[in-house]
């Protein structure tokens, strides 16, 4: 698991930020959605990513490689 942003972990966050998390739980369905569909799928999940992103105030140290 990863740090929120004060550093402390948040349980049941593989990411480790919650709001990152929210994000990809679109991919959870991903399964039953035609083929066709998934590049909007991915369009929304990676347009959120970005706005997550942007909205970083905080100049982060990058994790440690496991």
Same mark, same amino acid.
């Given at each position: @698991?990863?740090?929120? @942003? &004060? $550093? ?6 593989? %990411?480790? !930020?919650? $709001?990152? #998390? #929210?994000? /990809?739980?679109? /991919?959870?369905? /991903? ?5 066709? $569909?998934?590049? =909007?799928?991915? &369009?929304?999940?990676? =347009?959120? /990513? ?5 909205? %970083?105030? !905080?100049?982060? !140290?990058?994790?440690? #490689?496991?």
């Amino acid at each position: @698991m990863g740090a929120g @942003m &004060g $550093g402390e972990m948040q349980a049941g966050v593989p %990411s480790g !930020e919650a $709001g990152v #998390a #929210a994000v /990809l739980a679109a /991919l959870d369905g /991903l399964e039953g959605v035609p083929v066709a $569909g998934h590049v =909007a799928v991915f &369009g929304r999940v990676h =347009a959120g /990513l970005q706005e997550i992103l942007a909205a %970083s105030e !905080e100049p982060r !140290e990058p994790r440690e #490689a496991r």
